[in-house]
């Protein structure tokens, strides 16, 4: 099992994210540093659109791509744009503690009740939707699935600076993924 590392000061960085925007997004999240103020992205993140996964990173700083469950199956092209043209320097793929991806098919009668009553489905419609799409949706384990997201990154991206990391929703810190 992959173990998650809190880092809290530079020396806890493994040497290759040093230097890079990854470092400076664990300085600026986890270590509360502010020091610099940029006029364009430095990273891309992928993470979850979750509203309890929240950054603290200055303005500019990244470019955000934001779907549920941390999913970057389908964002190729705009993470290829972010370095091609905005230049970015690394990809940081962020999943996070408590998604609400995991174990969908747990969540079928309430997902099947709350479409109903919000868009006046019937229930075979409402079923039939979450049949079709949880699959490609869920995740089966926060960790897993965003070392698996790296390495597919990593193939479609070769040398490039990818980063995994977990966000924990309840003390809001970011945990490197150890990939040893």
Known sequence: MNKLIFIDTINKIPPKYLHTPVQKLLEFHNMGVYHDVYQKPQI?????????????????????IRNGGSHLEHSDFHLAYSIAVGHIK???VIG?????MLNLEDQK?????G???SLHWTEQKTTG??????????IYDEVQFTLKQV?????????FVIAPFVFDVKDGFLYLIDEE
């Open 44 to 64: 891309t993140i992928g993470t979850c659109m979750d509203y309890r996964v929240v950054f603290r990173i200055p303005d500019k700083f990244a470019y955000i």
């Open 90 to 92: 690394a990809i940081a």
């Open 96 to 100: 996070h503690t408590d998604c609400g």
């Open 109 to 113: 009668h309430k997902f099947i009740e």
């Open 115 to 117: 479409l109903s009553h």
């Open 129 to 138: 939707f979450f049949d079709n799409y949880y699959l490609e949706n869920e």
């Open 151 to 159: 390495a597919t990154l990593r193939e479609k991206f070769p040398n």
